[in-house]
């Protein structure tokens, strides 16, 4: 298995920011491009940079190719949300598809900016982020960073771009991008994350925490790898989902390299992203008037890219977790569009309703509707209150 080693990018990591390394096992690391800096308010030191992830999966055969211009794209979004379509079976009917690789992943793991908090630690969360988002959508902006919450309480996190996002690697969107292959991977990096020590104290706790597609990841993790995780905080999902068509018609999607920003220039046409006009951003994110303008223009002209690899599979991961015994916190924006159609307490409480159905063993329980804001929870003026019910949640269970 090729991964990381963290032991020595703490030692790294420590030598940099002139911390005392303590008693430190050095072990060999595969990681480059390494950058140190600090979270968006401060509250946290970092270290960013690509690591390498050797994983295998049984990915699905999709039966579908990138599409080859704009309008065959939006013809394909109107066959998957026709009335009596088998669009979604005939594609997906293709049967297993074993995939492997090493793949490139670009993380960034952060520690409290504070030699005494820091020596303290023996928790950490595992931040994956939600779809044309990317593992800046947890350390946005000052005020708007959950890895600066975290930092604050006493926590370590890990946020990283999938695995076709962002500064990591861009495969085959449709037969390696998928579900699968995003769990064995999150597997491997947590497997690595366990092994960090900080002045000779282990991590004892790893909590993964998910934003919509992350998620649903973080689901497919615990399914699959349940000794992985110790709690969960879950956000933007719900078992409500009868707007989730209406929200990917909403997207407007675009093949990514047809993007006028020219970021996306020389990627597959299967890599797609958000239409280049905001009100495609705004309508399944963004609960107006509830967000700064210039965290909203900030985050559209960044948006990254989705796959129809991911948007096919994901849901196959999502199921309830019966044996889980860990805490576990939703947290739903109250306006949440895609997973409540933009009503989070009717005809419930959906981040209550969740919790029970999918968790019945869980020994806590948390559930939370973010007053006065859309799906981005963290993006919203009330993202701090989310932020410190989820932390609190997180410090009454034992995490």
């Known amino acids: 298995m090729v991964l990381p080693n963290f032991l020595a990018l703490f030692i790294l990591f420590f030598a940099a920011s002139a911390f005392d390394l303590g008693a430190v096992i050095d072990t060999p690391l595969k990681f480059s491009n390494s950058t140190y800096g600090t979270s968006a308010d401060g509250k946290a030191a970092c270290i960013r940079g690509t690591i390498l992830v050797k994983a295998n999966a049984s ?43 090493i793949f490139q992943i670009y993380g960034q793991l952060c520690l409290p900016n504070n030699a005494s908090t820091a020596s303290r630690v ?29 930092a604050a309480a006493g926590y370590a996190t890990f946020s990283y771009d999938r695995l076709g996002t962002g500064l990591s690697d861009h495969p085959d969107p449709n ?59 879950l956000t933007g999902i719900s078992a409500s989902v009868d707007a989730v068509g209406i929200t990917q018609i909403a997207f407007n999607l675009l093949p990514a390299p047809l993007d006028p920003s020219g970021r996306f220039k020389g990627l597959d046409n299967g890599y797609l992203t958000q239409g280049a006009i905001p ?58 569009f895609p997973f409540c159609t933009g009503n989070c307490s009717h005809p419930a409480d959906q981040a209550q309703t969740f919790v029970s159905a999918l968790f019945p063993a869980s020994r806590s329980k948390g559930a939370y509707l973010q007053p006065r804001a859309g799906h ?24």
């Open 175 to 233: 037969q390696v991008v998928q579900a699968a292959l995003q769990v064995e991977i999150a597997h491997q990096l947590i497997q690595g994350l366990r092994d960090v020590r900080v002045q000779g104290r282990g991590i004892q706790k790893v909590v993964g925490v998910g934003h919509s597609a992350g998620s649903a990841l973080t689901l497919g993790v615990v399914g699959k790898y349940p000794g992985d995780l110790d709690g969960l905080v």
């Open 122 to 150: 023996t928790a950490l969360q595992f931040l994956s982020h939600g779809g044309t988002l990317d593992h800046t959508y947890w350390d946005f902006a000052p005020g708007y960073s959950y890895v600066d919450a975290a």
């Open 376 to 399: 981005l929870v963290a993006q919203h003026y009330t993202a701090a209150q989310g932020f410190a019910h989820s932390v609190k949640f997180l410090k009454d269970s034992g995490l």
């Open 279 to 336: 009100q495609a951003f705004q309508f399944p994110f963004y609960r107006w008037p509830d967000y700064d303008p210039k965290i909203f223009q900030r985050q559209f002209e960044t948006r990254q890219t989705t796959v129809f690899g991911e948007l096919l599979t994901f849901g196959t991961v999502v199921a309830p977790q019966p044996n889980f015994t860990g805490p576990v916190d939703v947290v739903l924006g109250q306006y949440d």
């Open 59 to 101: 990915n699905t055969k999709l039966l579908l190719k990138s599409p080859a211009s704009q309008a065959e794209l939006t013809q394909t979004t109107v066959d998957m949300a026709q009335v009596g379509s088998d669009y979604m079976q005939r594609v997906t009917s293709g049967g297993p598809n074993p995939v492997s690789g």
